[in-house]
């Protein structure tokens, strides 16, 4: 790899990082199309990731400890865990096909989760059944270990409960934290010594992104909140229109 690229992989994780500090979400599903655009494949670029997300989980977690819910974080942490290596396992997969079909994937995954983070409007209640438990965090293992993006079905979960803003951002932090290193080892079992180089980078680029997070988190607070999340809203919307569109205009 040469060092235009991993300058350029550190600008994406930098202006990732900015966006997660500002709105609290979509450092992944900006990064992974960004990551796949500079030439990296799609395992290549969620290994990237993995390690300052790690970081990011944990930091959150230390600071948020006295409001997380540790009975329900373990719950959903093994049923992600099932569909962690079935997501790995597509990955696999996917990974022998034509990049413009990856990026066009992804784009359209894009889109899926963004219809359904802002389409299906959940009423908070004090429980979810078992049922509804299972299938979201079940997805969110499958999704996490295919795109990197296990996010979405776990937030519509946790909407779902009379539960305060602390308590949401602890529980999703420890979440995450603690799929991080299964997912990692499922990686490095996968793919073998060829993802090494990505492991390092991404922990060479973990300070960059931390305090990318934090001015993020700062812009977020000069900035209305809405407004902001409405141009976040529409740039994914490019971002998902342009992977899935520019493969048909070579």
Same mark, same amino acid.
Request: hydrophobic share 55%; charged share 10%.
């Given at each position: 790899?040469? $060092?235009?690229?991993?300058?350029? #992989?550190?600008?994406?994780?930098?202006?990732?990082? $900015?966006? *997660?500090?500002?709105?609290?979400?979509?450092?992944?599903?900006?990064?992974?199309?960004?990551?796949?655009?500079?030439?990296?494949?799609?395992?290549?670029?969620? /290994?990237?990731?993995?390690?300052?997300?790690?970081? *990011?989980? =944990?930091?959150?977690?230390?600071?948020?400890?006295?409001?997380?819910?540790?009975?329900?974080?373990?719950?959903?942490?093994?049923?992600?865990?099932?569909?962690?290596?079935?997501?790995?396992?597509?990955? /696999?997969?996917?990974?022998? !096909?034509? +990049?413009?079909? #990856? &990026?066009?994937?992804?784009?359209?995954?894009?889109?899926?989760?963004?219809?359904? *983070?802002?389409?299906?409007?959940?009423?908070?209640?004090?429980?979810?059944?078992? !049922?509804?438990?299972?299938?979201?965090?079940?997805?969110?293992?499958?999704?996490?270990? @295919?795109?990197?993006?296990?996010?979405?079905?776990?937030?519509?979960?946790?909407?779902?409960?009379?539960?305060?803003? &602390?308590?949401?951002?602890? !529980?999703?932090?420890? @979440?995450?934290?603690?799929?991080?290193?299964?997912? =990692?080892?499922? @990686?490095?079992?996968?793919?073998?010594? *060829? $993802?090494?180089?990505? !492991?390092? #980078?991404?922990?060479?680029?973990?300070?960059?992104?931390?305090i990318g997070t934090l001015i993020g988190v700062k812009l977020g607070n000069l900035l209305e909140h809405e407004k902001l999340k409405k141009i976040i809203i529409s740039l994914l919307i490019l971002t998902? $229109?342009?992977?899935?569109? /520019?493969?048909?205009? +070579?």
């Amino acid at each position: 790899m040469n $060092l235009e690229t991993i300058i350029i #992989i550190g600008i994406i994780l930098f202006f990732c990082s $900015l966006i *997660q500090g500002a709105v609290g979400f979509a450092f992944n599903i900006f990064a992974i199309p960004l990551l796949i655009w500079s030439g990296l494949s799609l395992p290549e670029s969620i /290994t990237v990731t993995s390690i300052p997300i790690f970081m *990011q989980s =944990l930091t959150s977690s230390y600071k948020l400890r006295e409001y997380i819910k540790w009975k329900e974080v373990a719950v959903g942490s093994i049923f992600r865990y099932m569909g962690l290596p079935i997501g790995i396992y597509l990955l /696999t997969l996917i990974n022998h !096909f034509n +990049k413009n079909d #990856i &990026k066009q994937l992804v784009g359209v995954a894009i889109l899926l989760i963004l219809f359904l *983070q802002f389409y299906f409007k959940v009423t908070p209640k004090e429980k979810v059944g078992f !049922f509804w438990t299972f299938i979201s965090f079940f997805s969110s293992g499958i999704f996490l270990g @295919l795109i990197s993006m296990g996010g979405p079905p776990v937030i519509l979960w946790v909407m779902a409960h009379k539960w305060s803003a &602390k308590e949401i951002r602890a !529980f999703l932090s420890a @979440l995450f934290f603690i799929a991080s290193p299964f997912l =990692l080892l499922l @990686l490095y079992h996968n793919f073998g010594n *060829q $993802l090494i180089d990505f !492991f390092l #980078i991404g922990l060479f680029f973990t300070p960059v992104v931390i305090i990318g997070t934090l001015i993020g988190v700062k812009l977020g607070n000069l900035l209305e909140h809405e407004k902001l999340k409405k141009i976040i809203i529409s740039l994914l919307i490019l971002t998902s $229109l342009t992977s899935i569109i /520019t493969p048909y205009f +070579k």
